[in-house]
């Protein structure tokens, strides 16, 4: 009977002892529960990271659609111009407008090819203030491009583009 008392004391300070060993302590519960709020944060980072990216490639690929329609629209009214001014039976005043027109065009257009290469070559980290130099040269070349259509419509007592001015 001593030999089994002996033997139960013996196995259950050795339990105790295995017990307070794997048990964690307050430093080590911190260290895991930190651990863990470190990979939850991480995660929160990479989601907050690629909805920045999508506004990023949203923001890009609007300017970029933007740009190039007001490229196109000044690629075909230079079209024309050039037309215009193959013309033979033109009289000199008329031949330095459009001249003057042709000029303005061509200056209007190769801002906006600057703007789609500035925005093609951007990346996310200079995307502010790639946009806003963008927005800046857009938004003159449209007041160009209103103010040109308004004075054709007075020369020619027509509302070609339909804007009621």
Request: charged letters at 40%.
């Amino acid at each position: 009977m001593k030999t089994t008392k002996n033997l139960l004391i013996a196995t259950t300070i050795a339990g105790g002892m295995m017990l307070t060993a794997c048990s964690n302590t307050a430093e080590d519960q911190r260290d895991k529960m930190d651990d863990k709020m470190e990979n939850v944060q991480d995660k929160l980072d990479d989601a907050a990271e690629a909805e920045s990216l999508r506004e990023y490639e949203r923001e890009r690929n609007d300017a970029l659609d933007k740009l190039r329609n007001m490229h196109d629209n000044i690629t075909k009214e230079l079209g024309n111009v050039t037309e215009r001014l193959a013309e033979k039976d033109m009289d000199a005043e008329k031949r330095a407008e459009q001249e003057a027109l042709r000029t303005e065009l061509t200056q209007q257009k190769a801002q906006v090819e600057r703007a789609i290469s500035d925005v093609e070559s951007s990346q996310q980290g200079t995307w502010i203030d790639v946009r806003e130099s963008t927005r800046r040269t857009s938004d003159d070349v449209e007041n160009w491009w209103d103010r040109t259509k308004d004075n054709i419509d007075r020369e020619t007592n027509m509302d070609k583009d339909r804007d009621g001015k």
